[in-house]
């Protein structure tokens, strides 16, 4: 019968990578509630696409394909060359900028899958009109910003075939599982006459950038 | 003391309307009264409403019941409302609100208080037509209707939902001067539903399978990996909160309820389960949600919201406005489990006082606490410090800095620190 697996804690939960099998499940319905989900059912829905190219429908474009898409669709916010418009996202550039006060990160300097551009442009692009391009649009326009990076040439033709071998270019600049260092402080913190500096360092209203349509009432 | 109002765009078009007590009654409708509702029930008052006048309310009727089939709060409060910083986001589609905890008791979040975060708009789904799909490696894959998963065993359970970019703003410094602004990405309902593990056992989960990928059925597609661990531990697919269906802007008719962790991978409006071998990397979980470092390395699957707190007033909207008596009050949580206490200290952390934490103290829930303090107008550092049941203190700025640097965005639940100065008014600062 069905065992319910009880986290163990945090230490159990980050060590994913580690992770022994999943507990094997009753293979009896207990409950008889839904029904059969048929292949074309699962067809339509299925649409996500994995580091390793599962997932990934036929079909193939390179960047030269891709640029009138690319430009008809994605320009107006992203840029003619991926810059961005506004706060729209930056698709291209942002290289050596991850360890600055400002980093830029773009499909080129920062994804570490190709295949999450294609999963993310089919699903949710262009903004406003979702999952109406093909495969073989989806793989162009992302042939065009993968193109826009330096990461592959305007002729190489991108498909299913080979999405799940593009190297990108902070494919190792991720550290997995989560090993955030805890903030040090003791179990027992400071409680009176604690060695701490109090001199203000900053200040909210200098800043001003809050938006003023606040309720606050102005005391000074 | 002087004191100046500023207009309130928000508050003014929220109240613009005469209350029928007010045509009735014949009130003025003082300026102020619309301009800055905190300061105008301080200062604003009628002296013909008080003892031993009758006051106007009471010879008249009032409207009758069904008048707000649905019911609204007090017109009184209509300054009580999420808020959205315009410049956060390119597109008010995908964007996000922040929750007036300043205005909040207790630690129920009214569903029409739940900030907001979409990435495409809220779609409206028909509930006739809606339908969860499972898949992948499972022995069956499913398909359910709203109906029949609420024909599941049902759970009822209170989990705040705090974005991960709670706060994010503030990893430099003191930047935007408010307690919704800085903390208002977190809210915390009943949530009443299944629990993942009674779908998993009717789909039948492949002993191979070890993530699932959730997705939604909003226009941004929204798709996140999750670990079968934590969906068979504490997940839950929820159609209600707070008693009544999902509002549509939290998902409605049916979202993922991910305990403790971050919210983006709340998946609302969901509409599939994919089981599989390996995590889909999707974009959220690569080239947003991840925390950059300062060596240019960026921590990825940081799905636990640790220990934190705030107080909530006094704050940069709630001023001190007395002398004498004063209740400090704030909110604490952790995504590890339950507040085991909660120090404050009005003097930038040299001196701490253990608050009053209230019941009920749940696992992964908002959880209240309160102190009551005499002020006679001297200037304070007000800050509080959370502890968790598994021994976690919430961390100072510096000290999260010193570990994380500033480029992280997300997961920020360092101590924040609130100016109140002589005059009674409250501001956010960064000591240091």
Redesign the interface.
Known sequence: MFASVKSKGLAALITIGLMAAAPVLASERPFNLGSIATPEQVAGWDIDVRPDGKGAPAGSGSALDGEEAYTDLCASCHGDFGEGVDRWPVLSGGYDSLSTHDPIKTVGSYWPYASTAYDYIYRAMPFGDAQSLSADETYAIVAYILYMNDIIEEDYVLSNENIGTIEMPNRNGFALPDPRPDAQVSAEPCMKNCDVSTEIIGRARLIDVTPEDTSQTNIN | ???????????TAESGKLSRRQVLGGAAVAAGGLA????AKATEVNPENLPPNVSEWTPYLGPGVDVTPYGMPSEHEA??VR?????L???A??SVNFTPLQDLDGIVTPNGLCFERH??GIPDVVPADYRL???GLV???????LD??K??PQVNRFHFLECAANGGMEWR??????C??TFGMVHNVQYSGVLL??I???A???????WV?A?GGD???M?RSV????I???CMIAYSMNGEALRPEQGYPARLVVPGWEGNMWVKWI??L?F?D??????EE??KY???M???????????M?AKSCVTSPS??K?LLYKGQNLLKGLAWSG?GKISRV?VSL??????QTAELHDPVLDKSLTRFTMPFQWNGEEL?VQS?A?DE???????IQ??Q???G??SIY?NN?IATW?V?S???V??????
């Not at chain 2, 800055?36 to 300061?39: F, R, V």
């Not at chain 2, 022995?139 to 209707?145: K, N, S, V």
Request: glycine share 10%.
């Open positions: 003391m002087s004191m100046e109002t500023k207009k309130n765009k928000v508050t800055a509702p905190a300061l300054h009580v808020r959205w910083v315009e410049w986001t390119a597109s589609e995908s990435h495409g799909m499972i898949n022995d069956r894959e499913l398909l359910f209707t029949e998963l024909r599941f410094g003191a930047q935007l001067n408010g919704q602004y593990s009674d998993c056992r009717e039948g989960v492949k002993p191979e399978a070890k990928l997705e226009s941004a597609g798709n670990p079968i661990e934590k068979l531990d504490d509409r599939r994919e599989g390996m995590p889909y990397m999707a974009r690569t080239s991840t925390d950059l300062d060596d240019g390395k960026a921590r990825m699957f940081t799905w636990v640790d940069p909207e001023h590890r120090d003097d930038g952390g040299r001196n701490w550092l410090r502890m598994t021994g976690y203190v919430q961390p100072t000290g999260l010193a570990e994380r500033v480029n997961h360092a100016q100065k005059t009674g008014a501001e956010n600062v960064r000591i240091g």
